[in-house]
DNA sequence: GTAATTGCAAACGCTTTGCAGCGCC
DNA sequence: GGCGCTGCAAAGCGTTTGCAATTAC
């Protein structure tokens, strides 16, 4: 449920993703930028089909090319990519902390924020292990569905 | 990287598993109690495909099964289901709890106690969610991946 | 110019499904 | 004996891969 991002933002993220292809020797395709504007439309966490569908409607492109696109966001910390379900990888830009809420009945996802919990991984510390980032999934029920269980 | 389950408590949820089968009207099948087992035998998380190839040497009983018999275990709440990474679901006991370590470049994945962050869990509480229980992926180099990377 | 990147389509791997026959209740 | 469960095989679906054509540098 946050905001969309900003234009300052925006620009500076640009800019990064464009260094970060330059240092890599790669090229900087109109498709690569247009794929990162889509990305900051999205509100909350998206899987690739949504965002894909989200592009495909102003500009042609294909499927590859979005994977392709999101991983290279993902390796210069752009995005996050977390594992939700079974279905498919979900991605949330990096600055956006928070913790899934995840139904086990009918798989609807709230995301919640909890600074506590976030200072708690903050001051983790692990042996021969670099921590990069967390990805926090908790499983249990949502209103509606406990209110169907408690009928039958 | 924990002991094996101690047989009081195998016999334990031997006896939830059948009462729960009971309680849903479904059958005692020996394959059903074979992949108990089976599972009991895990020291950490699993795939289906490893369960399976380990019953199969000595156990006829197809993929299928495996996958239905896990989610009914699901169900029973003695194995809980984990996305760690594309692959593949990874299964654990119930009552091990711990943070999973996942290089981003082996893929690599080492479970981790930290009792801190689970008091961190109990305390929380959701508006609207009754929580049931917490995966916490935490994402990052292990060593061996960090002096790889070093060295280029 | 040339090598990286794209679109396309086929392949891949995990999981689910449909169905005929078996076996638990 | 009936119907739930099994094995088997095929289908489904997200993701990856191979390749020829395109295009950024």
Known sequence: MKAKVDSEIKEHLRGRFAEFIKSKRMRQTPERFAILDKV???RVHFDIDELYRDIESEYRVCRATVYNTVELLCECNILRKHYLNENQAAYE???DRH???ICLNCGKVREVRDEGFNECFEKMKFRQFKASFISTNIY???SSCTRKMKKE
């Open 140 to 142: 249990g029920l949502c």
């Open 99 to 101: 913790l899934h809420l």
């Open 40 to 42: 900051f439309e999205q």
């Open 93 to 95: 830009l990096s600055d």
